[in-house]
């Protein structure tokens, strides 16, 4: 039995990068062999074990056999008389399939080393084509591996694929797994560079134009650091709310980047423009936010616009006032003790709508009030 490091583990450290999950493989072993020494068993699809102390995957080298279009649609073989060269051919990227022993010596059958200090993203072989998720992750390597390119060849294969109707047979929960990786990388719009260049954008999210703008905009995101909601609503905020709606559907979009990308794409556009609103306009554009009852997404959603807004030709280091300001206008608002305005208008046989109405319009008061200040503080300074 011989263990190897392999994968993501092995390319990071051959980059410089920090190595953050070890990934291992054990070649000349058996799942009863390496049960008897206490590695636990969690592999569903094929023998993947826990080591006993440290956590860490170890799975059987093995093989694997297309059975059916998708990614589910492969026989796997894992035996003793399975080698290291076998296992790393069924990987995606040559990056991805170097090897390290426990002395450190690398085996590296399909050229790994050389596509890293060359920067391209190549596949093994064309066993790649088998697994429509590859085309998902190498996307997402763009975007991760900014100054790498994908092998023309590679790029040819993926758009074969995509004619061939393999990317169809993707199941939502996985497109939306690896879209949000993707969208956390270092330059998300490679990402969706690589997906629209083999074709697989118009499959996966026809909904999306992805021009010049969205990727400056998608890329200010990850510059401001923006997680992960922020950066759905900076994909789809030109989007109609229909047209949004059967996005998040179709991809069973988790409700918090639902939510936020919604309000983005709805008020964006009054947001940018709140300068010019009055106290009554900035309460009403704040109740449309669900502000007060939800201010870290609202603090969100005005991240998503300054994003928007920096996205714009030439404006990347401009500032974005509106932010402030509404967070400013918002804080104002809460300051309004809506208990004590509730019980004096119900001390006067008011209710409901009534209540409702008293609170808006003390808030209201509040928000001219603190506008008033800080334009009087501006002219003294």
Request: with cysteine; hydrophobic share 45%; aromatic share 6%.
């Amino acid at each position: 039995m011989k263990i190897y490091r392999v994968g993501g583990a092995v390319r990071d450290a051959l980059l410089g990068l920090p190595v953050r999950d070890n990934d291992w493989v054990v070649v000349g072993a058996t799942p009863e062999a390496l049960a008897a020494e206490g590695y636990l068993p969690v592999g569903k699809d094929f023998p993947v074990f826990l080591h006993p102390k440290t956590r860490e995957e170890y799975a059987l080298a093995r093989t694997e056999r297309k059975t059916a279009q998708g990614y589910h649609g492969f026989a796997v073989h894992a035996a003793p008389d399975v080698t290291l060269e076998q296992d790393l051919a069924r990987r995606d990227l040559t990056i991805n399939a170097i090897a390290q022993d426990a002395d450190g010596v690398l085996t590296d059958p399909y050229g790994g080393q050389r596509d890293i200090s060359a920067r391209v993203l190549r596949h093994v072989t064309n066993a790649f084509a088998e697994d429509p998720v590859r085309i998902l992750r190498v996307a997402r390597f763009a975007a991760r591996f900014t100054d790498f390119s994908v092998a023309p060849e590679t790029l040819q294969l993926m758009r074969d694929m995509v004619a061939a109707g393999e990317v169809d047979a993707l199941v939502p929960e996985r497109v939306w797994q690896e879209l949000a990786r993707g969208l956390m990388e270092r330059q998300p719009s490679r990402m969706v560079e690589v997906l629209r260049d083999c074709g697989a954008l118009a499959k996966l999210l026809p909904e999306v134009d992805a021009g010049p703008h969205l990727m400056r905009v998608l890329d200010m995101a990850a510059q401001l650091n923006a997680p992960l909601p922020v950066r759905f609503a900076c994909l789809t905020y030109e989007l109609s709310h229909e047209l949004g709606k059967g996005l998040c559907q179709r991809l069973r979009v988790p409700t918090d980047c639902r939510e936020i990308a919604d309000v983005v794409a709805r008020e964006h556009g009054n947001i940018h423009r709140s300068a010019e609103f009055n106290a009554a306009a900035l309460v009403r554009l704040l109740e449309r936010c669900d502000a007060f009852r939800k201010p870290p997404r609202f603090a969100d959603i005005l991240l998503a616009c300054e994003c928007d807004a920096r996205g714009r030709l030439g404006l990347s280091e401009q500032p974005y006032p509106q932010r402030q300001r509404l967070l400013a206008a918002l804080a104002a608002a809460q300051s309004v003790p809506t208990y004590e305005v509730a019980a004096a208008a119900e001390a006067q046989g008011e209710s409901g709508a009534k209540i409702g109405e008293r609170v808006h319009a003390a808030r209201v008061a509040a928000v001219a009030a603190a506008s008033a200040l800080a334009t009087s503080v501006a002219a003294q300074t």
